[in-house]
């Protein structure tokens, strides 16, 4: 019989914590689709020819082909069909900012909503891990005799090192952290993306045979001349963008400024949240976060749930240049953040001991678009007024840690600290020495670290084989 969509305009809904609930608590927000309701979400894919989902999609997952296999109530045959392009589904159904890739080509969002890709795509992740008997096993691959290492495990260097273990390669990954996981594990908070997910794909790589060594910064333990003298014959550096901008304000030192960097990992993983450790984090009544990215409404709505009574995201631009995920910021509303938009701070004012005790600012007006297409802001003279808070978050944007370039000068780096790269094979200007995702690109998204983690495998591999020698 022909295949009938269904019409229904909206996306079928999905299930969350009530916000006043869920604004004191680091629980799932989320709570995902139920088998029926993920069945009848797909049945509103036209099955369109022409596929503008996918080229939508930075790592060309095959969307209409997994939204048939769960119509036909096949999941473990739709997470098969992910898995083949995507190695974290469960991570990037949760965090990729679907509204911007695929899901803004969906035809169906012509008229109507957009088909709910990335709930689909979490939907059937999330059945394969609760269905461990029915979903496919992890074998180990033969080994090829090829050594490589990885620094960094964060999405680039997971990705890298599972396509390489999947070819045999024999793999290791430095990590700084006691943990391995990247921004998955110490920056985006649990209420988004829980830790036992992102774990379950971190064992899924050690069950493919990659070995991770935790507590490695490479640039001081070790160089990465030693690591090639020690019989590796590949690097791939996807170490992040770490290392926080702050405003250049007077009062920035004050006791109680953080940087989100700082105030998010000590949330996640040193576990502020959880009574039973004693992290030291600052519990603030009031809370001003400055900026307006993904970062800026996790240390709001972290802070909310450690306690705060009142917290303010205070952002430069207007609402339509807020550049966060849509529902992040719809979230964070109906959790009670309260917006204070066009607006900059000027000064962190503080008590005689030293302590955050306000924050000073200016209000600001957009000017026409500049080259750029970006209306840039001005301050309104006359403005300045006064906010009483006990602590200051920045989450103006990271750059990434000069520690590997400056302990490797063989790899070049641009002026931004950025990693430069050959764009087609990703090889950065040392031979053998490969990299990715934010250290390459600067603060950018998971999905786009993903995608530069699987090319630089596929280079490492072409290199290794001798069918390519850059
Ligand atoms: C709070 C927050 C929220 C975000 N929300 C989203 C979102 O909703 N959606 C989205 O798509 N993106 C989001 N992002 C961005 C996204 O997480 C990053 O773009 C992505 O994690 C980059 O991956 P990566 O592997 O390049 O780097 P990272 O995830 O930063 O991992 C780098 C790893 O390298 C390690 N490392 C660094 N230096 C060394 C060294 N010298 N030796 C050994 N190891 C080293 C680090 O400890 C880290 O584990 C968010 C970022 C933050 C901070
Ligand atoms: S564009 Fe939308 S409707 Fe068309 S195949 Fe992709 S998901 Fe289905």
Same mark, same amino acid.
């Given at each position: 019989m022909a295949y009938k969509p269904n019409?229904?305009?909206?996306?079928t809904p999905v299930t969350e914590q009530e916000p006043a609930v869920r =604004?004191?608590? $680091?629980?799932? *927000?989320c709570l995902g689709y139920t088998e029926a309701e993920a069945m009848n979400e797909a049945?509103? @894919?036209?099955? @369109?020819?022409? #596929?503008?989902c996918v080229s939508g999609c930075p790592v060309s997952v095959r969307i209409p082909d997994f939204l048939a296999k769960i119509r036909e109530g096949d999941f473990i045959g739709a997470y098969a069909i992910i898995r083949g392009t995507n190695s974290l589904p469960a991570v990037s159904g949760r965090v990729c900012p679907q509204e911007r890739q695929c899901e803004s080509k969906? *035809? #169906?969002?012509?008229?109507?909503?957009?088909? =709910?890709i990335g709930r689909l795509e979490r939907f059937c992740a999330d059945y394969a891990m609760n269905h461990p008997d029915e979903a496919p096993k992890t074998e180990k691959p033969a080994s090829n005799g090829h050594k490589v290492a990885v620094i960094g495990a964060g999405p680039a260097g997971l990705t890298c090192a599972g396509d390489l273990a999947k070819l045999g390669y024999e793999v290791t990954i430095f990590e700084? $952290?006691?943990?391995?996981?990247?921004v998955l594990m110490y920056g985006i908070p649990e209420f988004r993306l829980p830790k036992a997910i992102v774990q379950h794909e971190i064992d899924g790589l050690k069950a493919l045979g990659v070995n991770i060594m935790t507590n490695m910064v490479i640039g001081r333990v070790l160089s990465i001349d030693e690591i090639m003298s020690d019989g590796y014959e590949a690097v791939f550096v996807?170490?992040?963008?770490?290392l926080p901008r702050f405003?250049?304000?007077?009062?920035?030192?004050?006791?109680?400024v953080y940087s989100a960097n700082e105030f998010l990992t000590r949330t996640n993983l040193m576990k502020?949240?959880?009574?039973?450790y004693d992290t030291p984090i600052k519990h603030g009544k009031v809370v001003a976060v400055v900026g307006g990215g993904n970062v800026a409404m996790d240390s709001a709505r972290s802070a909310m749930r450690l306690g705060a009574e009142k917290v303010y995201i205070i952002y430069r631009r207007s609402m339509e240049e807020l550049p966060a995920r849509k529902e992040e910021v719809h979230h964070a509303i109906e959790e009670g953040i309260e917006f204070m938009l066009l607006t900059n701070p000027v000064k962190v004012t503080g008590s005689e001991?030293?302590?955050?005790t306000g924050i000073k600012c200016v209000k600001m007006q957009l000017g026409e678009p500049d080259a750029s297409g970006r209306r840039s802001p001005s301050v309104i003279e006359g403005s300045e007024f006064d906010l009483d808070v006990d602590t200051v978050i920045m989450a103006l944007g990271t750059s990434p840690n000069p520690l590997i370039h400056r302990t490797a000068p063989d790899i070049e780096a641009d002026r931004r600290g950025c990693l430069i790269v050959?764009?087609?094979?990703? #090889?950065?200007?040392?031979?053998?020495v490969y990299a990715g995702g934010d250290a390459v690109t600067g603060a950018a998204t998971v999905i786009l670290a993903m995608g530069a983690g699987k090319k630089a495998a596929a280079s490492i591999d072409d290199y290794l084989s001798g069918k390519n020698a850059d």
């Open positions: 019409m229904q305009k909206t996306k =604004a004191r608590n $680091f629980k799932e *927000v049945t509103r @894919c036209l099955n @369109c020819s022409t #596929r503008p969906c *035809v #169906r969002g012509k008229k109507d909503e957009p088909v =709910a700084a $952290f006691h943990t391995a996981g990247g996807g170490s992040g963008a770490g405003m250049g304000i007077e009062g920035e030192g004050l006791v109680g502020a949240y959880l009574d039973e001991d030293g302590r955050v050959n764009e087609e094979t990703n #090889r950065t200007t040392k031979v053998g």
